[in-house]
């Protein structure tokens, strides 16, 4: 059985890969982010790619290395994490009776052969909210559940109450497109599970 590695500390992250039976230990890396790239499907590519070789380290043959990163984008604008509460109800306020895209990057890497072999793609998923009054966008906001999320939400949580609707992968609303994470291994030949 192979070692796989998570390099990342989310525990939506830990608790998507949970769900799929996938054990694994985490590593997050300590690098710093460097973003070169303005597109975000490049943009998050990017940061896969960093974050996971951030948590590479002497490693026996076969292990996995499994890094992400996860944005939101409207119109031209990336939106990460909120700076501050205020931050969170103005990006709240744009996105809500509007549809956004959420791209999360993921990188597979693996040791085979002594050599690190490196694996990157990205998912894309269309998610719409119904219009939210102010009110309801600052309760959600002082509950402090955004303040770690990109795009000010987290899709599991209480802000999923106004969803619309979604096109694509949820999963990967959440930080970890799981299904294309399972179909990309399985292309190079590593089972993830079992």
Do not use: C
Request: proline share 4%; aromatic share 8%; hydrophobic share 35%.
């Amino acid at each position: 059985m192979k070692k796989i590695i998570l390099a990342s500390a989310s525990p939506r992250r830990k608790e998507l890969l949970e769900r799929a039976e996938v054990e694994y230990e985490v590593r997050p890396g300590n690098g710093e982010e460097i973003i070169s790239a303005s597109v975000p499907e490049d943009v998050v590519k990017e940061l896969s790619v960093q974050k996971a070789r951030a948590a590479v380290f002497p490693a026996e043959e076969g292990t996995v290395i499994l890094g992400a990163d996860t944005i939101v984008s409207f119109g031209d604008r990336i939106l990460g994490k909120p700076s501050d509460e205020e931050d969170a109800v103005r990006t709240l306020l744009m996105l809500q009776g509007n549809t956004h895209q959420v791209y999360t990057g993921v990188t597979i890497l693996e040791y085979r052969n002594g050599i690190w072999h490196e694996h990157t793609f990205a998912e894309l998923t269309d998610v719409t909210f119904y219009p939210v009054e102010e009110t309801e966008i600052r309760e959600y906001v002082r509950s402090g559940e955004p303040m770690d999320k990109a795009g000010s939400y987290g899709i599991q949580g209480r802000f999923g109450v106004y969803l619309k609707g979604i096109r694509g992968d949820y999963t990967n609303v959440v930080g970890l497109p799981v299904g294309r994470l399972f179909y990309e291994a399985k292309k190079l030949g590593i089972i993830l599970r079992g």
